[in-house]
């Protein structure tokens, strides 16, 4: 299990318990001090993960949106598997299988995450690297 943040700014990825969404939020938001900042990592082997947020709900890739998705104990399929990528200096980038972008954020805007981003940036803060770090 472990949480997400931005390399960009530092905010939190969450499962957004009004909605069906994955957000970001600020580091020092409430919301970022509750159990919707974990995300359980399923390896679904050849370096691909689907990530299960603490409510049971997968993070889905659909077109250019992120939503949380139900499976009811069905397994993830494409729109729920990313291929983890490790970069230098310890940063991190997710790529949907389902259009092979990456999930992003807008830095020091919290609000919906997409997968839209088409690659790492050299200073890695466009929103799309991500720092990850064990939670128990």
Do not use: C
């Amino acid at each position: 299990t472990i949480t997400l943040t931005s390399g960009a700014d530092g905010s939190f990825l969450v499962a957004d318990p009004q909605g069906n969404w994955l957000v970001n939020v600020a580091a020092d938001a409430a919301e970022a001090k509750t159990a919707n900042v974990r995300f359980q990592v399923v390896d679904l082997g050849q370096g691909r993960v689907a990530l299960k947020a603490a409510n049971g709900r997968f993070v889905s890739a659909a077109e250019e949106g992120v939503t949380l998705k139900e499976l009811a104990g069905r397994m993830p399929d494409e729109a729920e598997s990313f291929q983890w990528i490790n970069l230098m200096r310890g940063n991190t980038m997710l790529m949907a299988l389902t259009n092979h972008r990456y999930l992003t954020t807008k830095p020091n805007q919290p609000g919906p995450v997409t997968v839209t981003a088409t690659g790492p940036a050299p200073a890695r803060k466009s929103g799309a690297e991500f720092k990850w770090k064990t939670v128990e």
